[in-house]
């Protein structure tokens, strides 16, 4: 499985679903309550996993906008029944929603953008006074077990990893990314609520994610740690990960009323 691959947000799209904030999701529902048919605008949609997460909490008549880079997972996406897509690049413009949008949501996007990428969107939110939710921002924490020599290596080599160019706006926020965005938006005034959404994964429920997100991993660390440590790693934890949690922060933003 590579990059972002459907194959890819399809394996994940269980966890995700167990570890984002209800409540959250449901302050968000109510508030698009208070308008008829509203418009939201899905940011890095993939194929809808978010959509598809939201929904039962949104209201019935809600309309949906989703946007990616990405045209193979789209049509996956824009196959839904009375979905709308649009083709973007958010590097180039964070803010593709239309004038009718009536709230923003991310899913597993945030951690991937440079820290001026993500003042510039909370500038483009607060211009439209727009609320946010923004799921499954990857937070920096990493635990495995049983705990075994060469994790806390591996997961300080994976968070500078992370803080690498993901193409959106250069050197990526990283684990540091919920705060920022978090930090943003209350400098322009939001009210900013925040939740817990780590992944808590467990064998044999979550054991093909593990085992592809620690080979993922160590791959991913050759260049940082070495070929063979990043190996051995991987041949330890793919025998004997019990469980494994990581950290995400969901965010639900509204902004100054007036
Ligand atoms: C971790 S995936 C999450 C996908 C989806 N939100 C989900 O929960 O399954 C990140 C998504 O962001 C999209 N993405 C990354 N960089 C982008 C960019 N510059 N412009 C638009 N989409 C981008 C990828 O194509 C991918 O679909």
């Known amino acids: 499985m590579s990059g972002f691959s459907a194959d890819w947000l399809a394996l994940r799209e269980p966890a995700d679903s167990r570890s984002r904030s209800r409540d959250l999701i449901d302050r968000a529902g109510a508030m698009l309550a208070q308008h008829t048919a509203p418009l939201v605008c899905d940011l890095g949609s993939g194929t809808g996993a978010g959509m598809r997460a939201f ?9 949906w906008l989703l946007t990616d880079h990405d045209p193979e997972t789209l ?20 803010a593709p929603w239309p004038e009718a949008c009536r709230l923003v949501t991310a899913t597993a996007l945030f951690d991937l953008a440079a820290p001026e990428w993500i003042n510039k969107l909370a500038d483009r939110l607060a211009e439209d006074k727009l609320p946010v939710l923004a799921c499954l921002t990857y937070d920096g924490r990493l ?11 591996l997961s ?4 500078r990893h992370q803080r690498g160019d993901k193409g959106l706006g250069g050197p990526a926020a990283g684990p540091g990314a919920a705060v920022a965005l978090a930090r943003a938006l209350s400098a322009r005034g939001y009210k900013v609520q925040m939740e817990d959404s780590a992944w808590r994964l467990q064998a044999p429920r979550d054991t093909l994610l593990m085992k592809e997100l620690i080979r993922g991993w160590s ?4 260049g940082l740690v070495g070929d063979e440590v990043a190996q051995r790693w991987c041949d330890m934890r793919l025998a004997n990960t ?16 007036g």
């Open 55 to 63: 929904a039962p909490s949104f209201p019935k008549d809600t309309q």
């Open 219 to 222: 791959d991913a660390m050759k």
């Open 75 to 94: 049509a996956i996406a824009g196959a839904a029944k009375g979905v709308k897509t649009a083709l973007a690049d958010l590097s180039a413009d964070p």
């Open 143 to 153: 635990g495995f077990a049983p705990a075994m020599g060469g994790d806390a290596a």
């Open 156 to 159: 300080a080599a994976f968070n």
């Open 242 to 257: 019990t469980r494994l949690t990581i950290g995400h922060t969901d965010i639900f933003a509204t902004p100054p009323k």
